[in-house]
């Protein structure tokens, strides 16, 4: 934030423009009352930029003004600049918040949706008010905001709630400067506002009658759809094995875990081991899906989370939500209202219709919702450290630093955890987690979403970045933009960028980057690599020892398949059908999968330390076959035994040239170890201890060679806590500055934001 102070003299005026986050979060009424406090004339009203002001009466008043116009701002604000100019005196003495201006380009940041207040809440509960049990209950300092917007300036007639008129007390609300809902563009009542219903198995009823019903419903393990704040939820009762169990099997989701909701931080103890950085984030007001370390003994069913080591767990934050929670009085399944793979639903008749078969009841509101968004997921490393970025915490933007893009830009992402970011000037916006883009439902939803944003934010691209990898719809999508320059990001390249930038760090840097997949420059399958550069440009410097990735995708959904991989490259020869894998896999298809290994038919090189971590869980006999993304790891990683303390032989050598992590020696050693009845909880830990060493050491040559002191760890596999928390601190102790993104994910979520930071500097280069 940067202000500038008037000059004092007898009497002045000044227009003030404040820029940030400033609209919809009670910025007006902020200013009329700071400006009737102060006792100033003048008048504030919001434009596609911010906020503007214009204020008159004595020096020391005024200067007073502009010296906590920013530092007293309300609590979901964020000031950005505060800069001012001096006016005539005109001798206006009343103060008057005066309509938005229409037609402007739009450049003012629309704030998050957020957790309803402690004010609300005791309005909630109060048998006294008028708002007694309304499930949509809000002010200026909470309620629906981006899943709400159609456009800006933020004011009520470009918002889904223009069709509901206020009954003469919310208008009165909404007109006194002295009330909370002054000028809260969501305002509603029982009177006048949004309403529920309850559908589904012959009920037809409304209101605190379909609340009631629903409530009854959950508690006696019916599954429910619920309408949320940014799409459908899919509810039952966490501690019913059977309501659990139905849920999984009618909305085809195998194993995944579910995310639980639970009706008080309290409850949430009893679940998951909280420490002091979790329990923050559980009762922030963005309120994520937080994951934590499972308690052995948490009240929930086995069909929950299935070998997951955490829970993912939310505190209520719509009243709505907090009113079923409260109701129920358990914790709750509260999952993404979609059939697996398919984005959330949001539209009311395409929520009936495709959830029709896995819901038996509907509760459902007439407050339309315009953008999608599902709840985000973090984990407290202390630091927030996000697996899905999206409600509450989009669309705040993200610098992009050197002066950011010359010109406005769209960058694509990729094709997994897919978001897109639209970019101009120093500002680029992240969008909502989209998903998969393996269906045609979630990239309809994915070029909606760039439209919004394209709208909401003005931005009319002129540049198009896109992934490397020509088979990514993202790709293809670019590649079919007309009338815009097109350049191709390297996918570990944009990892690397995406967290340069977000600390806004533009030297080189080593970037130790691993996943699961991504498109080399050389044609080959990338994901254990080490990259020197920054955004204009880089060098790989070292990687994992290649090997055949046999059925290409499909050794993905099939981690044995890697381990034949994996012990053909570490005996130089055929290799036997391990017992651990005997159960899983025929011999038939074993020495089939044998000879693509040997032939190199249908089997991409690839340096995919995802794909490493995946061949050592089948071989263990934890995992063949998965059924969702990165499984095989999670199973590994919680299969760890804590106490051990060995470690395997994971040397670094030299490869045509390049330094190579070679893990040859250290497959051969856990096939040894399987046969010899160690206990997998060992095998784990000492793999993992194995990985971490060889980066560490990795690290420290290489940014030796290249002469930096800063290393960034990104990737999906560093989502792996045991791994980064092992890695950071031999960095660390090696006196190394590590870099890791905070604000946004570790995983693919951050690539678009990445690939913007590289078309960005590609464009700025001389």
């Given at each position: 934030m940067?202000v500038?102070?008037?000059v004092p003299?007898?009497g002045?005026?000044v227009r003030v423009r404040?820029r940030?986050?400033v609209?919809g979060v009670g910025f007006?009424p902020y200013?009329?009352?700071l400006?009737?406090?102060l006792g100033?004339g003048g008048f504030?009203?919001?434009?596609?930029?911010g906020?503007?002001?214009?204020v008159e009466?004595?020096?020391a008043a005024?200067?007073?003004?502009v010296?906590r116009?920013g530092?007293?701002?309300?609590p979901?604000a964020?000031v950005?600049?505060?800069?001012?100019?001096a006016?005539p005196?005109?001798g206006?003495a009343?103060?008057?918040i005066?309509e938005?201006p229409?037609g402007?380009t739009?450049?003012?940041p629309?704030a998050?949706d957020?957790?309803?207040?402690g004010d609300?809440?005791?309005?909630?509960?109060?048998?006294?008010?008028r708002r007694f049990?309304?499930p949509f209950?809000?002010c200026?300092?909470?309620?629906p905001?981006f899943?709400?917007?159609?456009?800006v300036?933020?004011d009520?007639p470009?918002t889904?709630?223009a069709?509901?008129?206020m009954?003469?007390?919310c208008?009165a609300e909404?007109?006194?400067?002295?009330?909370?809902?002054f000028?809260a563009?969501?305002?509603a009542?029982p009177?006048c506002?949004p309403?529920?219903?309850l559908i589904?198995?012959g009920?037809?009823?409304v209101g605190?009658a379909?609340l009631?019903a629903?409530?009854a419903?959950l508690?006696?393990?019916q599954i429910?759809a619920?309408?949320?704040?940014?799409?459908?939820h899919l509810a039952c009762?966490?501690d019913d094995?059977h309501?659990?169990a139905?849920?999984?099997a009618?909305?085809?989701?195998?194993e995944k875990?579910?995310a639980?909701?639970?009706p008080?931080?309290a409850?949430a103890?009893?679940?998951?081991c909280l420490d002091a950085?979790a329990?923050?984030?559980?009762?922030?007001?963005?309120?994520?899906?937080?994951?934590c370390?499972?308690r052995?003994?948490a009240?929930?069913?086995?069909?929950?989370?299935p070998?997951?080591?955490?829970?993912g767990?939310m505190?209520?934050y719509?009243?709505?939500?907090?009113?079923?929670?409260?109701?129920?009085a358990?914790?709750?399944?509260m999952?993404?209202?979609n059939?697996?793979?398919e984005?959330?639903?949001f539209?009311?008749a395409?929520?009936?219709s495709r959830l029709?078969g896995?819901?038996?009841?509907f509760l459902l509101?007439?407050?339309?919702?315009h953008?999608?968004t599902d709840?985000?997921?973090?984990?407290?490393l202390?630091?927030?450290?996000?697996?899905?970025r999206?409600?509450?915490y989009?669309p705040?933007?993200?610098?992009l630093?050197?002066?950011?893009?010359?010109?406005?830009l769209?960058?694509?992402?990729?094709q997994?955890?897919s978001?897109?970011?639209?970019?101009?000037g120093?500002r680029?916006w992240?969008s909502?987690h989209i998903?998969?883009l393996?269906?045609?439902e979630?990239?309809?939803?994915?070029?909606?979403g760039?439209?919004?944003f394209?709208r909401?934010f003005?931005?009319a691209p002129e540049?198009v970045a896109?992934?490397?990898?020509p088979?990514y719809?993202?790709?293809k999508?670019a590649l079919?933009r007309e009338?815009?320059?097109?350049?191709?990001?390297?996918h570990?390249?944009a990892h690397l960028a995406?967290c340069?930038?977000?600390?806004?760090?533009?030297a080189?840097a080593?970037?130790?980057?691993f996943d699961?997949t991504?498109?080399g420059t050389d044609g080959?399958?990338?994901?254990?690599?080490?990259?020197?550069?920054d955004?204009?440009?880089?060098?790989?410097v070292?990687?994992?020892v290649?090997?055949?990735?046999?059925?290409?995708?499909?050794?993905?959904?099939?981690?044995?398949?890697m381990?034949?991989?994996w012990?053909?490259?570490?005996?130089?020869?055929?290799p036997a059908?391990?017992?651990?894998?005997?159960?899983?896999?025929s011999?038939?298809?074993?020495?089939?999968i044998g000879r693509?290994?040997?032939g190199?038919?249908?089997s991409?090189?690839?340096?995919s330390?995802?794909?490493?971590?995946?061949?050592?869980a089948?071989?263990?006999g934890?995992?063949?076959q998965?059924?969702?993304?990165?499984q095989?790891?999670?199973e590994l990683?919680?299969?760890?035994?804590?106490?051990?303390r060995?470690a395997?032989?994971?040397?670094l050598s030299?490869?045509?040239?390049?330094?190579?992590?070679?893990?040859r020696p250290?497959?051969?050693a856990?096939t040894?170890?399987?046969?010899a009845g160690?206990?997998v909880?060992?095998?784990?830990?000492?793999?993992?201890?194995?990985?971490?060493r060889a980066?560490v050491?990795?690290?420290?040559a290489?940014?030796?060679?290249?002469g930096t002191?800063r290393?960034v760890l990104s990737g999906?596999?560093?989502?792996?806590r045991?791994l980064?928390?092992?890695?950071?601190?031999?960095?660390?102790?090696?006196?190394?500055?590590v870099?890791v993104?905070?604000?946004l994910?570790?995983n693919?979520g951050a690539?678009?934001?990445?690939?913007?930071?590289?078309?960005?500097a590609?464009m700025?280069?001389?």
């Amino acid at each position: 934030m940067s202000v500038r102070a008037p000059v004092p003299g007898s009497g002045m005026r000044v227009r003030v423009r404040v820029r940030g986050t400033v609209q919809g979060v009670g910025f007006r009424p902020y200013i009329y009352r700071l400006a009737g406090e102060l006792g100033l004339g003048g008048f504030v009203f919001n434009d596609a930029q911010g906020v503007v002001t214009e204020v008159e009466g004595l020096d020391a008043a005024v200067e007073a003004f502009v010296a906590r116009v920013g530092r007293e701002a309300p609590p979901l604000a964020v000031v950005e600049h505060v800069t001012w100019e001096a006016r005539p005196v005109s001798g206006e003495a009343a103060f008057a918040i005066r309509e938005s201006p229409r037609g402007e380009t739009p450049d003012a940041p629309v704030a998050p949706d957020t957790a309803v207040c402690g004010d609300c809440l005791r309005e909630l509960g109060d048998p006294a008010d008028r708002r007694f049990r309304y499930p949509f209950i809000n002010c200026t300092n909470c309620g629906p905001r981006f899943t709400i917007v159609r456009g800006v300036p933020y004011d009520r007639p470009l918002t889904t709630m223009a069709g509901f008129a206020m009954c003469p007390a919310c208008l009165a609300e909404y007109e006194d400067p002295a009330d909370r809902r002054f000028h809260a563009q969501p305002n509603a009542c029982p009177d006048c506002g949004p309403s529920l219903a309850l559908i589904g198995e012959g009920s037809g009823v409304v209101g605190e009658a379909a609340l009631a019903a629903a409530v009854a419903a959950l508690r006696r393990g019916q599954i429910l759809a619920i309408k949320g704040i940014g799409g459908y939820h899919l509810a039952c009762r966490a501690d019913d094995e059977h309501a659990v169990a139905t849920l999984r099997a009618r909305k085809h989701r195998e194993e995944k875990p579910f995310a639980l909701m639970a009706p008080t931080p309290a409850a949430a103890e009893t679940l998951v081991c909280l420490d002091a950085p979790a329990r923050e984030l559980l009762r922030s007001v963005e309120r994520p899906i937080v994951l934590c370390p499972r308690r052995a003994d948490a009240p929930v069913a086995k069909a929950v989370a299935p070998g997951a080591p955490e829970l993912g767990v939310m505190l209520p934050y719509s009243p709505l939500h907090h009113l079923l929670a409260a109701g129920a009085a358990v914790p709750l399944v509260m999952t993404s209202g979609n059939v697996s793979d398919e984005p959330i639903a949001f539209l009311d008749a395409d929520a009936v219709s495709r959830l029709h078969g896995i819901a038996d009841l509907f509760l459902l509101h007439d407050r339309p919702i315009h953008t999608r968004t599902d709840d985000s997921v973090v984990r407290a490393l202390p630091r927030p450290a996000f697996l899905r970025r999206s409600r509450g915490y989009v669309p705040a933007s993200l610098a992009l630093p050197d002066g950011g893009t010359p010109r406005p830009l769209l960058a694509c992402g990729a094709q997994l955890k897919s978001t897109f970011c639209v970019a101009k000037g120093e500002r680029a916006w992240v969008s909502h987690h989209i998903g998969d883009l393996e269906n045609y439902e979630t990239l309809r939803s994915f070029t909606d979403g760039i439209g919004h944003f394209q709208r909401l934010f003005a931005v009319a691209p002129e540049v198009v970045a896109h992934d490397l990898h020509p088979e990514y719809l993202a790709t293809k999508y670019a590649l079919e933009r007309e009338d815009v320059e097109l350049i191709g990001v390297q996918h570990h390249h944009a990892h690397l960028a995406a967290c340069l930038a977000e600390h806004g760090d533009t030297a080189p840097a080593l970037g130790a980057i691993f996943d699961g997949t991504g498109y080399g420059t050389d044609g080959t399958v990338w994901g254990g690599e080490f990259l020197y550069g920054d955004a204009r440009g880089f060098a790989r410097v070292a990687s994992l020892v290649p090997v055949r990735m046999p059925g290409g995708a499909a050794a993905i959904r099939q981690p044995w398949r890697m381990a034949c991989a994996w012990l053909w490259a570490a005996l130089g020869e055929a290799p036997a059908l391990p017992p651990s894998l005997a159960g899983s896999v025929s011999e038939r298809a074993w020495a089939q999968i044998g000879r693509l290994v040997a032939g190199g038919a249908a089997s991409p090189l690839t340096t995919s330390m995802g794909r490493l971590c995946d061949a050592v869980a089948a071989l263990c006999g934890l995992r063949a076959q998965v059924t969702y993304e990165g499984q095989a790891a999670i199973e590994l990683e919680a299969a760890c035994d804590p106490y051990e303390r060995g470690a395997y032989e994971m040397p670094l050598s030299d490869r045509a040239g390049m330094a190579v992590i070679d893990p040859r020696p250290t497959i051969a050693a856990v096939t040894a170890d399987v046969a010899a009845g160690v206990a997998v909880g060992e095998i784990a830990a000492r793999f993992h201890t194995a990985v971490a060493r060889a980066t560490v050491q990795m690290c420290l040559a290489q940014a030796a060679t290249h002469g930096t002191e800063r290393v960034v760890l990104s990737g999906g596999v560093f989502q792996n806590r045991r791994l980064l928390a092992s890695v950071a601190a031999g960095l660390d102790a090696g006196g190394l500055r590590v870099l890791v993104p905070e604000r946004l994910p570790v995983n693919d979520g951050a690539i678009s934001y990445g690939q913007a930071a590289v078309a960005a500097a590609t464009m700025s280069a001389p």
